[in-house]
Nanobody, 124 residues
Framework: QVQLVESGGGLVQAGGSLRLSCAAS????????MAWFRQAPGKEREFVAA????????HYADSVQGRFTISRDNAKNTGFLQMNGLKSEDTAVYYC?????????????????WGQGTQVTVSS
């Protein structure tokens, strides 16, 4: 059982930056995919970015490509989402998710493990 704990959310002005962290405990294999999703009020949960923990390959939603960077630190068993050039439309609760596999997927239902979420609010 993998437990995920997000941190790093907060209030930031448009154009600013935030770095989210996702601490993963209980992970037993490097054949693991970590992703970030977000959900704004009244909207469905949407894919943001994902990373193959073993190879480091990444995949991004078009809306964040070039602004957000997903990464992981194997030694600390922690994943990150660096968010630059934030826009008001990035305001949402951000969730870390994971599953054991090799495919970097954008579908929430494929992810087994979820964190509790962290609020990101971008003021315009």
């Amino acid at each position: 059982q993998v437990q995920l704990v997000e941190s790093g959310g907060g209030l930031v002005q448009a154009g600013g930056s935030l770095r989210l962290s996702c601490a993963a405990s209980g992970r037993t294999s490097s054949t693991y995919i970590m992703a970030w999703f977000r959900q704004a009020p009244g909207k469905e949960r949407e894919f943001v970015a994902a990373i193959n923990w073993s190879s480091g390959s990444t995949h991004y939603a078009d809306s964040v490509q070039g602004r957000f960077t997903i990464s992981r630190d194997n030694a600390k068993n922690t994943g990150f989402l660096q968010m630059n050039g934030l826009k008001s439309e990035d305001t949402a609760v951000y969730y870390c998710a994971g599953y054991y596999g090799m495919a970097v997927l954008a579908t929430p239902s494929r992810y087994v493990y979820w964190g509790q979420g962290t609020q990101v609010t971008v003021s315009s």
